[in-house]
């Protein structure tokens, strides 16, 4: 075997490994040159069949061509390597032209919209803002309201009850008592914003869980006509400055007289329609003048002190403003509702 032979081979594996321009192809290349069956093995082989003297400078130059060809081979590999990887992360990386995952913000709850809609009202009335508990003495709830044990009104007010003596509260008004209770006499102008519980089949307008605001105004001298102006304002302030209210007598213990007041239909002015079913009022809350039991009860003298007192639900005022057509929707949450809400609003 000549050197010129092995020069030969020498050049055109370097040849081949210029020319290899993808890792797969310079791996064929390795094989061709190096492996176990290459022409390069096979000489290497046969190193014992040459005379003595010329095995080691064969050898030699043998490994020389070896080491020239793993050299070349080692290099071109780093490159094909780096070349490759590089090809792959332009291609991965992100597009920023796609248009990206947008999450919507969020939006208020229409419930709690109204809620804050209706104490702004009061408050600029100049009433204050009171509180009470949901879990309540039946003494707060029915009897200091002047609805005795074995009243047939509380069958109007059927609820969950604790034990004998406390109840999830039927309505705010217990607040009434709380807060005469708290006061000592002293006149009174709060609201009472909160939740309310009764034994109910719910359907699209009845709910077991609702809200209501709860008035109450006492002081001396306090007259039908107050509470009249008062609702008055408050259902132009919620509904617009052409609606007019209407007092219909009505019943509750605690007040005396009692009314149910209406407010003219916006949709058909009064005249009749769907959404007032023909009467041309809509009901919207029930009020009266504080009870003189219940004044006296709580430690007002009812020869000196009146007041009046109301309560309009908080739901009820969601579904008529925004044409809700079930009353569950305010409480399940559902984000298709939410979401239908927020374009009305
Ligand atoms: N508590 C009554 C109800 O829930 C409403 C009301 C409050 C009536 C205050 C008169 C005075 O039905």
């Known amino acids: 075997m000549e050197n010129e032979n092995l ?12 020319e290899a321009n993808s890792v797969d192809s310079l791996n064929a290349v390795r094989n061709t040159y190096l492996s176990k069956k290459s022409e390069l093995s096979s000489l290497t082989s046969q190193i014992g069949q040459l005379p003595p003297e010329d095995r080691k400078a064969f050898g030699a130059a043998l490994t020389e061509v070896r080491v020239a060809i793993t050299s070349a081979i080692e290099e071109k590999m780093t490159y094909l390597k780096n070349k490759e990887l590089e090809e792959k992360l332009e291609k991965e990386q992100i597009d920023i032209s796609l248009p990206g995952i947008s999450y919507e913000p969020g939006g208020r709850d229409p419930f709690y919209v109204i809620q804050d809609e209706m104490i702004e009202i009061f408050l600029g009335m100049g009433f204050e803002v009171a509180d009470g508990p949901e879990v309540e003495k039946d003494l707060y709830n029915f009897e200091l309201l002047n609805i005795p044990k074995d009243h047939p009104a509380r069958d109007m007010q059927d609820t969950f009850y604790i034990n004998d003596n406390e109840l999830l509260r039927t309505h ?22 909160g939740k309310t519980y009764r034994r109910d089949d719910d359907d699209a307008t009845h709910s077991h869980q609702f ?47 009692s009314v149910e007041v209406d407010i003219n239909c916006a949709n058909c002015g009064g005249k009749g329609c769907n959404m007032c079913k023909g009467t041309g009022y809509i009901e919207i809350l029930g009020a009266g003048m504080v009870h ?34 079930d009353i569950r929707k305010l409480y399940t949450n559902d984000v298709r509702f939410l979401k239908q809400f927020k374009k009305m609003s």
């Open 7 to 18: 020069l030969k081979l020498k050049n055109a594996a370097l040849k081949d490994i210029e």
């Open 292 to 325: 003189p039991n219940v004044l006296k009860m709580n430690g007002y003298d009812p020869e000196e002190y009146s007041g009046f007192a109301f309560g309009v639900g908080i739901d009820r005022m969601a579904v008529l403003r925004y044409g809700i057509d």
């Open 172 to 193: 705010t008004s217990p607040v009434q008592a709380r807060t005469m209770e708290a006061k000592k006499g002293a006149p009174v102008r709060i609201i009472c914003p």
């Open 211 to 257: 809200a209501q605001i709860e008035g109450l105004v006492i002081d001396k001298g306090i007259n039908i006509g107050h509470l009249k102006a008062t609702l008055e304002l408050f259902a132009k302030k919620m509904f617009g400055e052409k609606r007019e209210i209407r007092l219909r007598s009505s019943y509750f213990p605690f007040t005396e007289p």
